[in-house]
C-alpha cells in the first residue's frame, strides 16, 4: 500500500519491449537506499516488484494487464516519472489510501497557470468518474491530490508549488495521459450498497 506521497522522481535508463511484457530500467539515485529484490515501488502510480537493483538503478517488469491499464507503455528513455516506495505499518500517513492498482488513464485537456495557481483539467471516463466527488482523494501518476470541480467529464485539480517541485506535474503538458486511481473507500461502499439491494 501506498499513500500518494511522492518520495523521488527516477529517470527512465531502458525500455526492453518484450511479446507480453516490458521490462523497465529506473535511474532512481539516493531513493533506492535499502531497497532489495521483492519490494514494491510504485511507478507513476503503478505499483511494481524490484526485480534487481544496481547502482543505483532498479529493474522491474510491466505485465500485459498493466500495459493496457496504464501510461507506462508510453514510456522512454529519459522520461521522469513518480517513485514511492510501499509503506510500512509504522509509516506516517500523509496521503490516503492507495493501492497502486490503476484503473484507467486520463487526459489533461488543459493547463491554468495563474501566478501561484496551477491548474490542471484532466478528462476521464464514466466508469472512473462514478467515483469522484468534489473535494474527494484521487491519484493521479501516483500523486494523492484533491478534486477542485467536476463539470461533466472533466475534473480539476489545484496543484501546489511544492507538488510542483517535488514531482513529474512540474513537467505537465497538454495532451499528456494520466495514470488514475480513484479512491478506493468509494468502491466499497457501492460494493456493500449493491450487496444490500
Not at 26 to 35: E, I, K, N
Not at 61 to 88: F, H, P, R
Request: proline share 1%; hydrophobic share 40%; aromatic share 6%.
Amino acid at each position: 500500500m501506498f499513500t500518494g506521497i511522492v518520495q523521488g522522481i527516477g529517470k527512465i535508463d531502458s525500455v526492453k519491449k518484450c511479446d507480453k511484457s516490458i521490462k523497465l530500467a529506473v535511474t532512481a539515485g539516493s531513493f533506492l537506499d535499502g531497497t532489495s529484490v521483492g519490494d514494491s515501488i510504485s511507478i507513476n502510480g503503478v505499483c511494481l516488484t524490484v526485480t534487481s537493483v544496481d547502482n543505483k538503478i532498479f529493474n522491474a517488469d510491466v505485465v500485459l494487464e498493466t500495459i493496457n491499464k496504464t501510461n507506462l507503455k508510453y514510456l522512454s528513455v529519459g522520461d521522469n516519472v513518480n517513485l514511492e516506495k510501499a509503506m510500512s505499518a509504522s509509516s506516517r500517513f500523509d496521503g490516503h489510501i492507495v493501492q497502486g492498482h490503476i484503473e484507467g488513464t486520463g487526459l489533461v485537456v488543459k493547463i491554468i497557470k495563474e501566478e501561484e495557481n496551477f491548474i490542471v483539467k484532466i478528462k476521464i471516463s464514466d466508469d472512473l468518474l462514478k467515483y469522484c466527488i468534489h473535494k474527494g482523494s484521487i491519484a493521479i501518476n501516483g500523486v494523492s491530490l484533491t478534486i477542485a470541480r467536476i463539470e461533466e467529464n472533466i475534473i480539476d485539480i489545484w496543484i501546489i508549488p511544492h507538488t510542483l517541485s517535488h514531482t513529474t506535474f512540474g513537467l505537465i503538458s497538454t495532451n499528456d495521459i494520466v495514470n488514475i486511481e480513484t479512491d478506493i473507500i468509494a468502491k466499497y461502499v457501492e460494493k456493500m450498497l449493491i450487496k444490500q439491494k
